[in-house]
């Protein structure tokens, strides 16, 4: 089975900077990578698919990029709300295994 | 407005069984892959399940595998999680998750808000 590798697991950075969240596949994923937001007892959300498509109404400072094995989500201009874990997904085929997650805060 | 609702969660002995509901509304359920995603108590996102639009390609983590069973009803617009031979792992909030496309390779747009099984002599 592909295993999915983020890093880092955690970072602390402050509100306006630039955030930049990776994920590696064990192998070619082509471009079936998504991320997902999860705030404190909450549900997921989607952020992007596809690599790099924005999901409807996530605000325009998110980003993602890669194909293949490796792929980044980019935070531009850090704000209090994206305080939050981020996961990557791969759902090129089953198992649609997630990434362990990179807990995002605010210092 | 897309809308999942999970419940039959609850507490369950070792070895027991559980099925978990989602009850859907605001899309067109049968035309979308949908999927299990569970998260164990401060764990991170397990993908559990999944099931093609038309009910006839199902999936499974290896961890449930032979012991969970995913179905759903297009004409009720619900999706079902059987969940025999229950173990203390499987203790976890349970997600249902709307697919973008009626594949299951499609990245997950809606989900629910989670429904918690807890397995525990």
């Known amino acids: 089975d592909i295993q999915m590798t983020q890093s880092p697991s955690s970072l602390s950075a402050s509100v306006g900077d630039r955030v930049t969240i990776t994920c590696r596949a064990s192998?070619?994923?082509?471009?079936?990578l998504a991320w997902y937001q999860q705030k404190p007892g909450k549900a997921p959300k989607l952020l992007i698919y596809?690599?790099?498509t924005l999901q409807s109404g996530v605000p325009s400072r998110f980003s993602g990029s890669g194909s293949g094995t490796d792929f980044t989500l980019t935070i531009n201009s850090l704000q209090p709300e994206d305080v939050a874990t981020y996961y990557c997904?791969?759902?090129?085929?089953?198992?649609?295994?997630f990434g362990g997650g990179t807990k995002v805060e605010i210092k | 407005e897309v809308q999942l609702l999970e419940s039959g969660g609850g507490l369950a002995q070792p070895g027991g069984s559980l099925r978990l509901s989602c009850e859907t509304s605001?899309?067109?359920?049968?035309?979308?892959?949908m999927s299990w995603v569970r998260q164990a108590p401060g764990k991170g996102l397990e993908w559990v399940s999944a099931?093609?639009?038309?009910?006839?390609?199902?999936y499974y983590a290896d961890s449930v595998k032979g012991r969970f069973t995913i179905s759903r009803d297009n004409s009720n617009n619900t999706l079902y999680l059987l969940m025999n031979s229950l173990r203390a792992e499987d203790t976890a909030v349970y997600y249902c998750?709307?697919?973008?496309?009626?594949?299951?390779?499609?990245?997950?747009?809606?989900w629910g808000q989670g429904t918690l099984v807890t397995v525990s002599p």
């Open positions: 998750a709307k697919g973008r496309a009626s594949v299951v390779s499609a990245a997950l747009n809606y």
């Open positions: 596809a690599a790099s």
């Open positions: 997904q791969k759902y090129k085929s089953d198992p649609l295994t």
């Open positions: 192998q070619g994923i082509s471009n079936y």
């Open positions: 605001g899309f067109s359920f049968s035309t979308s892959a």
């Open positions: 099931i093609n639009g038309g009910g006839i390609s199902t």
